[in-house]
């Protein structure tokens, strides 16, 4: 049995977008981490950026301001 979760990735990206800490741009994800970041990012919304970047050809970019 797969843990796979069935992901839909305009439903992914509308939500992440909804973070504090996520911006995206095309097909860059841009994270912010350090003083900026309000670490609004949890397991699930980690789940959804591994899905974006292993699935559907995103690039994650780790930033310390956007």
């Not at 990206?13 to 973070?19: A, D």
């Not at 860059?28 to 609004?40: T, W």
């Amino acid at each position: 049995m797969s843990n796979m979760k069935n992901y839909d990735e305009f439903d992914v990206v509308t939500r992440l977008q909804r973070k504090h800490d996520v911006r995206i741009h095309g097909k860059e994800l841009l994270v912010l981490r350090g003083s900026a970041a309000k670490n609004d990012i949890g397991n699930g919304s980690k789940g959804m950026i591994d899905f974006l970047c292993r699935h559907r050809g995103y690039h994650l970019q780790w930033v310390t301001k956007f």
